[in-house]
């Protein structure tokens, strides 16, 4: 896991290398075990490495033949793909994964990248072609932002390294702003810097040094044509072999590896699969709060974690760590964050960063597996509907009234959200509705400024976000809302999973998100992978006997709920009324002054929603890098 840096210029001569230490030592963080350089006639790499595969001998920028790279990241099948390229005649110095990427591209140029099984992002220098190649894994895990300007290129890990450089300015895009406000994430490529855009997951570019010209090429998608010929049991069986194998080549490393362990399915499983292949040396971080109930789920966590005969470590963040941490995370972030649980997950990762230099987590199964409550929402309404006027939208009829049912009591704990949904637009065509569903700003543009409102039109955002809601793949409801989560809002939470174990010099592995795992997911059925309604439906009857009984049975999902209302009302109050209290918050022109006061003065419970969190992470990223700048 590192940080990287390239600088691509139309003059004939190196850029110049006080400017690339500059900006790669914004991003030290990432890679604080080393670094290095090389320059080139028209380009420029930086690097800062953190030691994970061959300490000794994988340092970056790595050099074979007339090809040389920066990289970020692990390919998890690198001793295969080693092996295979071995029985071609090639050789290798070290045991590094760098390498084989490096002898992949010598044998199969762009091609290469599909046969990559990890999360990476890298820079390739191909003195041959005099291109650059940069690439970006399957799902976004790793990061990896660029800026067009006057004659040059500029790439880097994070978005703070960019706005180093004197020609990239700091400024507001006020469409990517929107989508935040709506979605708490950006659609695309979209950043919330004007100019700065990201290399999309499944994405390589090809930059023509010559030029400068790119050619984008998109190697992966998720694949929703239906696999009609397999049965459930076959389904189940891959499943299982499938995931063990993720978590068995994702605990290769040359450093102590551990697992993130919230007492949820998702990083339950992974902690108990990992176990298995590190039998009484797995050690396990949680989080959890003094709030009370609502705010801990340690429990669960211990009886996952003494089933496996894994060493527990757990953490509990305060208030007054919430005050002292949230600018500094915002500044690590690049963004908004997309939720508060962006706080408890740093405080694990710090924790865990004291004891391992590597962890595996739960993160994607939700968009996977269909693991969240909106789903079931949505299929309620659509079996009303279906049930009411005798009509099925989809191709397959997946859900009827009578089949969900049971798994309805899923639902408890979000009737005001179930109450919120229903409030207009009943029946309402599939897109619509669950616009309906993530629009977090749904009903409150009275929080913003008219001037802030006319810089956007509502109804193109609406069209960019059924564009991709509509994939023509994807004919069944069911299939439409994962798929959206998959490519949307799964960046999103990547990049805080990305950055809270980054800020930390962890690396954070995801076995979850195994392409091959995904594929196989998105081809099923939908009627398999949600039978009647059931959330994770196909993952329970997978591996659902590896867990401890309250585990599979917890109805009472909460996805790291942390306690900000009842701060608000003590050691929070204070530093929320100064933030959104403050002039510069008051005249930026984004919010209305009169409405913020009105929430902030509004019921404990509605104050600190996610409006609120909006709010507050949209000022202190305005003060950390649009006034600094």
Same mark, same amino acid.
């Given at each position: 896991?590192?940080?990287?840096?390239?600088?691509?210029?139309?003059e004939?001569?190196?850029?110049?290398?006080?400017?690339?230490?500059?900006?790669?030592?914004?991003?030290?963080?990432?890679?604080?075990?080393?670094?290095?350089? @090389?320059?080139?006639?028209?380009?420029g790499?930086?690097?800062?490495?953190?030691?994970?595969? $061959?300490?000794?001998?994988?340092?970056?920028?790595?050099?074979?033949?007339?090809?040389?790279? +920066?990289?970020?990241?692990?390919?998890?099948?690198?001793?295969?793909?080693?092996?295979?390229?071995?029985r071609?005649?090639?050789?290798?110095?070290?045991?590094?994964?760098?390498?084989?990427? !490096?002898?992949?591209?010598?044998?199969?140029?762009?091609? @290469?990248?599909? #046969?990559?099984?990890?999360?990476?992002?890298?820079?390739?220098? $191909?003195?041959?072609?005099?291109?650059?190649?940069?690439?970006?894994?399957?799902?976004?895990?790793?990061?990896? /932002?660029?800026?067009?300007?006057?004659?040059?290129?500029?790439?880097?890990?994070?978005?703070?390294a960019?706005?180093?450089?004197?020609?990239?300015?700091?400024? +507001?895009?006020?469409?990517?702003l @929107?989508?935040? *406000?709506?979605?708490?994430?950006?659609?695309?490529?979209?950043?919330?810097?004007?100019?700065?855009?990201?290399?999309?997951?499944?994405?390589?570019?090809?930059?023509? *040094?010559?030029?400068?010209?790119?050619?984008?090429?998109?190697?992966?998608?998720?694949?929703?044509?239906?696999?009609?010929?397999?049965?459930?049991? /076959?389904?189940?069986?891959? +499943?299982?072999?499938? !995931?063990?194998?993720?978590?068995?080549?994702? *605990?290769?490393?040359?450093?102590?590896?551990?697992?993130?362990?919230?007492?949820?399915?998702?990083?339950?499983?992974?902690?108990?699969?990992?176990? #298995?292949?590190?039998?009484?040396?797995?050690?396990?971080?949680?989080?959890? &709060?003094?709030?009370?109930?609502?705010?801990?789920?340690?429990?669960?966590?211990r009886?996952?974690?003494?089933?496996?005969?894994?060493?527990?470590?757990?953490?509990?963040?305060?208030?007054?760590?919430?005050?002292?941490?949230?600018?500094?995370?915002?500044?690590?972030?690049d963004?908004?964050?997309?939720?508060?649980?962006?706080?408890?997950?740093?405080?694990?990762?710090?924790?865990?960063?004291?004891?391992?230099?590597?962890?595996?987590?739960?993160?994607?199964?939700?968009?996977?597996?269909?693991?969240?409550?909106?789903?079931?929402?949505?299929?309620?309404?659509? @079996?009303?509907?279906?049930?009411?006027?005798?009509?099925?939208?989809?191709?397959?009829?997946?859900?009827?009234?009578?089949?969900?049912?049971?798994?309805?009591?899923?639902?408890?704990? /979000?009737?005001p959200?179930?109450?919120? =949904?229903?409030?207009?637009?009943?029946?309402?065509?599939?897109?619509?509705?669950?616009?309906?569903?993530?629009? #977090?700003?749904?009903?409150?543009?009275?929080?913003?400024?008219?001037?802030?409102?006319?810089?956007?039109?509502?109804?193109?955002q &609406?069209?960019?976000?059924?564009?991709? =809601?509509?994939?023509?793949?994807?004919?069944?409801?069911?299939?439409?809302?994962?798929?959206?989560?998959?490519?949307?809002?799964?960046?999103?939470?990547?990049?805080?999973?990305?950055?809270?174990?980054?800020?930390?010099s962890?690396?954070?592995?995801?076995?979850?998100?195994?392409?091959?795992?995904?594929?196989?997911?998105?081809?099923?059925?939908? +009627?398999?992978?949600?039978?009647?309604?059931?959330?994770k439906?196909?993952?329970?009857?997978?591996?659902?006997? !590896?867990?401890?009984?309250?585990?599979?049975?917890?109805?009472?999902?909460m996805?790291?709920?942390?306690?900000?209302d009842?701060?608000?009302?003590?050691?929070a #109050?204070?530093?929320?009324?100064?933030? *959104?209290?403050?002039?510069?918050?008051?005249?930026?022109?984004? &919010?209305?002054?009169?409405?913020?006061?009105?929430?902030?003065?509004?019921?404990?419970?509605?104050?600190?929603?996610?409006r609120?969190?909006?709010?507050?992470?949209?000022?202190?990223?305005?003060?950390?890098?649009?006034d600094?700048?």
């Amino acid at each position: 896991m590192c940080g990287l840096i390239g600088l691509l210029t139309l003059e004939r001569r190196p850029p110049p290398l006080p400017l690339l230490r500059d900006m790669a030592e914004r991003i030290r963080h990432r890679g604080p075990d080393g670094e290095g350089h @090389a320059l080139f006639d028209g380009a420029g790499f930086y690097h800062k490495r953190l030691s994970i595969i $061959d300490p000794a001998r994988g340092q970056q920028p790595m050099t074979r033949g007339p090809l040389t790279i +920066v990289f970020n990241g692990e390919i998890y099948n690198y001793i295969e793909l080693r092996d295979e390229l071995r029985r071609a005649g090639h050789e290798f110095a070290t045991d590094s994964d760098t390498e084989v990427i !490096l002898a992949l591209y010598a044998e199969y140029g762009d091609e @290469a990248v599909r #046969r990559l099984n990890g999360m990476f992002a890298f820079l390739l220098h $191909d003195a041959r072609r005099n291109v650059v190649i940069a690439a970006r894994d399957h799902f976004g895990i790793k990061p990896l /932002y660029y800026h067009r300007g006057a004659g040059h290129l500029a790439f880097a890990s994070e978005i703070k390294a960019l706005l180093v450089h004197p020609d990239i300015a700091a400024t +507001v895009d006020h469409e990517a702003l @929107a989508d935040y *406000l709506t979605f708490q994430f950006t659609l695309g490529d979209a950043t919330l810097f004007r100019g700065v855009r990201a290399v999309l997951p499944g994405h390589y570019h090809v930059v023509d *040094l010559r030029s400068m010209d790119a050619t984008v090429v998109r190697y992966w998608t998720p694949n929703f044509a239906i696999d009609e010929h397999h049965t459930e049991a /076959y389904f189940v069986e891959r +499943v299982q072999w499938l !995931l063990d194998d993720a978590v068995r080549i994702q *605990l290769r490393s040359d450093v102590p590896v551990g697992a993130h362990l919230s007492g949820g399915m998702d990083s339950s499983l992974i902690a108990l699969l990992a176990a #298995r292949h590190l039998p009484g040396r797995l050690r396990t971080f949680t989080g959890a &709060f003094d709030e009370g109930r609502d705010f801990d789920e340690s429990d669960y966590a211990r009886e996952v974690a003494l089933s496996c005969g894994a060493e527990a470590f757990e953490v509990r963040p305060s208030a007054d760590e919430f005050v002292a941490l949230l600018p500094k995370l915002i500044h690590h972030m690049d963004h908004p964050a997309a939720g508060p649980g962006l706080f408890p997950q740093y405080m694990v990762s710090r924790l865990a960063s004291r004891h391992v230099k590597v962890v595996l987590g739960g993160q994607g199964g939700d968009e996977i597996f269909g693991g969240y409550t909106r789903y079931l929402v949505a299929y309620f309404e659509q @079996a009303l509907k279906g049930a009411i006027y005798r009509t099925n939208e989809e191709r397959e009829h997946i859900v009827s009234l009578s089949s969900i049912l049971p798994n309805l009591p899923t639902m408890q704990q /979000y009737v005001p959200m179930l109450q919120e =949904f229903w409030r207009d637009g009943v029946f309402a065509p599939m897109h619509e509705r669950y616009f309906r569903l993530i629009n #977090r700003g749904s009903g409150e543009t009275g929080l913003l400024c008219p001037e802030f409102r006319a810089l956007t039109d509502p109804c193109v955002q &609406f069209e960019r976000f059924q564009r991709i =809601f509509d994939h023509p793949d994807t004919h069944s409801y069911y299939n439409k809302m994962t798929h959206f989560d998959l490519v949307t809002s799964l960046p999103a939470l990547l990049q805080v999973e990305d950055r809270t174990s980054m800020a930390c010099s962890l690396e954070s592995r995801v076995p979850l998100l195994d392409h091959r795992l995904v594929d196989l997911v998105t081809s099923m059925p939908p +009627v398999m992978k949600f039978r009647g309604g059931e959330l994770k439906y196909i993952l329970r009857r997978a591996l659902g006997s !590896l867990l401890p009984a309250r585990v599979l049975e917890r109805k009472d999902k909460m996805g790291f709920p942390v306690p900000l209302d009842l701060w608000l009302s003590g050691p929070a #109050r204070d530093f929320v009324a100064d933030i *959104l209290g403050s002039a510069a918050c008051r005249t930026r022109g984004i &919010f209305a002054p009169k409405e913020m006061d009105r929430l902030l003065a509004g019921p404990r419970e509605a104050r600190f929603g996610r409006r609120l969190w909006g709010l507050l992470n949209v000022e202190l990223w305005h003060r950390e890098f649009i006034d600094a700048h």
